[in-house]
């Protein structure tokens, strides 16, 4: 008898930072990458780049047929953001880390993951790198929770 979850695909989960990216590429990108829900996982959705605040972001997103959703409680705390500016990943790993497993990250966790699991959803934070930021260890504690292919993306510049 063969075992179906050998044959099942499991759902992709992308990430992505836009850290360098200009917005036409950026969601060229998103399209490219068969993203149909950007998942923001910036504790504060604001940036001095043209495009990627929440509600430009959003605006962007919808004229491409991308849904956006903001997951403030996914984000880094203003403790982790500064240790990781300032070239400290240790701290910055073991702020997160601990900001992760509260009851109020894991709940949001959960509450993602049917959207996750509908196919098509990429996490968004700054960093270019996904080794850098903190939204590689959400896609990790998402991967223990629901069975995804994570696959990190980044536009061209």
Request: charged share 25%; aromatic share 4%; with cysteine.
């Amino acid at each position: 008898m063969l075992d179906q979850s050998s044959t099942q695909t499991r759902i992709k989960l992308q990430t992505i930072g836009y850290e360098g990216a200009n917005i036409d590429d950026f969601v060229a990108t998103l399209k490219a990458s068969d993203v149909t829900t950007l998942i923001d996982v910036r504790a504060l959705p604001l940036s001095r780049q043209k495009g990627v605040s929440k509600h430009g972001l959003r605006d962007h997103l919808h004229a491409s047929n991308i849904a956006y959703v903001h997951v403030k409680q996914l984000g880094d705390p203003k403790p982790g953001r500064l240790a990781a500016r300032a070239g400290n990943m240790a701290e910055f790993r073991r702020i997160f880390g601990k900001h992760i497993q509260s009851d109020e990250s894991q709940k949001a966790l959960q509450d993602i993951v049917p959207t996750i699991l509908e196919g098509g959803a990429c996490l968004l934070c700054f960093e270019r790198c996904h080794s850098d930021c903190h939204r590689a260890i959400v896609a990790k504690e998402i991967s223990k929770i629901a069975e995804v292919e994570l696959t990190h993306i980044g536009v061209r510049q």
